[in-house]
């Protein structure tokens, strides 16, 4: 008999680890190569981590609640086969030298200060870990992890930054006596917010925080917090394009087997109308801005209790019944559960379809790192005064814009509202096709 290790697998583009959410098997199950072992969340989707192999499940490496980094090892599985005395070696060999990864938390106050740690334990962190410990000024020698072996994982740090207790190293005094004004940090933290004591009475209902609900919650934080959000709002007379699309719907349902929606033709427009606006298209990225060449819709999609984002890839090439089918699909593949991560991947601006809702004027977040979010809200009926004066029931409908300042500026998104709404109040019978 072989013992094999399943390690934790890239589950997407930038995706530097994984929680596991739920085992789904347990030592002593047999399973089939391909067979689902657990569910692991990260900062994009929630997927299923298959088996490499068929045997029996021998041991459980990771506790639900745990985050591993890509490449970690999950579980180990006993195959049919000639001994894997390497696998055994890997699991009993210990390190040469402890490290901030391998380290328990008592094990680091016993050896070292927290600081003399960082510099002389040679301290390893996943890209996650680093990247969100620079942005906010984390002192990583300062954090406690509850990662494996005591390993400081990204959720650590998320939580961290959502309570504002962020560990700063503490500066020594050098014959200092009484520092100025002048003389103080440019980089001391803000004041700190605490996590809200919530009190519960009787009745009440604790909801505990999904590793989707917690990703969705960090996404949002850091856009609103690195993102400086502008606003504007556009009236669009669709009342020609309502008609079009209601005198075919019926025939088109017949022939395609899935409705055409209006969201279809709001994508198609928004399309079309960033190739003729490229800087739309963009992303900040600190000393640059990268105008991307693809254009990807990423649209939203609600459950019950998420949100997802799947993408529309190179949407501009697409007729409105390709949009149309791709949306219909990617909302199922949500609500099945059954959507995939690199379909989520790579998107360069977002359209929310916020009138299913009944909606009329919303402000979204951005979805970083776009930059920017439209919002589509609901089709209706107002009066309106069309030329020469007289007044018409018409279908109008906001169009409401969020844009990242840094990137973006009045001009470039009043002409980009312009252009869509041209668009939109020009799709009738004779000069569009949904094919």
Same mark, same amino acid.
């Given at each position: ?21 739920? &085992? ?19 900062? $994009? ?25 890509? *490449? ?64 906010? *000024? ?75 609900? $917690? ?15 502008? &606003? ?35 994508? =198609? ?14 992303? &900040? ?47 199922? $593949? ?23 809702? *009944? ?21 209706? =009926? ?46 009738? =019978? ?6």
């Amino acid at each position: 008999m072989a013992i094999e290790q399943i390690k934790m697998p890239q589950l997407g583009e930038s995706v530097t680890e994984g929680t596991i959410e739920k &085992w789904l098997v347990k030592p002593g199950d047999h399973v089939n190569k391909y067979d689902a072992l657990a569910e692991v969340n990260t900062d $994009k989707v929630t997927a299923e981590v298959p088996s490499s192999f068929t045997g029996i499940i021998k041991e459980l490496i990771a506790n639900e609640g745990d985050t591993l980094a890509v *490449g970690e090892i999950v579980c180990t599985i006993e195959t049919e086969g000639g001994a894997s005395e390497e696998t055994v070696e890997v699991k009993e060999a210990a390190p040469e030298e402890p490290t901030a990864e391998t380290v328990k938390p008592a094990e680091v106050q016993k050896h070292a200060a927290p600081v003399e740690r960082e510099k002389g334990a040679k301290a390893r962190y996943s890209p996650a870990v680093l990247k969100i410990s620079r942005e906010h *000024g984390i002192d990583l020698s300062l954090v406690t992890g509850t990662g494996n072996e005591g390993r400081i994982t990204r959720k650590d740090l998320l939580k961290i930054v959502e309570s504002g207790e962020i560990p700063v190293a503490k500066v020594e005094q050098q014959a200092v006596s009484t520092p100025s004004p002048a003389a103080a940090p440019t980089s001391a933290p803000s004041p700190k917010t605490a996590a809200p004591n919530v009190p519960v009475a009787i009745g009440d209902i604790e909801i505990p925080v999904t590793g989707v609900r $917690k990703a969705i919650a960090a996404n949002m934080l850091r856009s609103k917090h690195e993102a400086p959000h502008a &606003w504007t709002m556009i009236e669009v007379d669709v009342t020609n394009m309502v008609q079009y699309r209601d005198s075919i719907k019926h025939e088109f349902k017949q022939k395609e087997g899935f409705n055409v929606t209006y969201f279809a033709f709001f994508v =198609k427009a928004v399309s079309q109308a960033l190739k003729e606006f490229p800087m739309m298209n963009s992303m &900040w990225a600190g000393d640059k801005i990268v105008q991307k060449k693809d254009i990807n819709i990423s649209i939203a999609v609600a459950t019950e209790d998420a949100l997802y984002v799947p993408v529309i890839k190179n949407a501009d090439e697409k007729t409105i019944k390709g949009i149309g089918r791709e949306v219909n699909e990617l909302a199922a $593949k949500v609500r099945s559960g059954k959507l995939k991560s690199d379909e989520m991947q790579g998107g360069t601006f977002t359209v929310n379809n916020t009138g299913s809702f *009944g909606s009329v004027q919303s402000m979204g977040i951005i979805n970083f790192p776009q930059a920017a979010i439209l919002q589509v809200e609901s089709i209706v =009926k107002r009066p309106v005064i069309m030329d020469g004066g007289m007044i018409a029931a018409r279908d109008m409908v906001n169009l409401c814009l969020s844009l990242d300042h840094r990137v973006l500026d009045g001009l470039v998104a009043g002409r980009f509202l312009a252009r869509v709404k041209e668009i939109l109040e020009n799709i009738t =019978k004779e000069n569009t096709s949904v094919y």
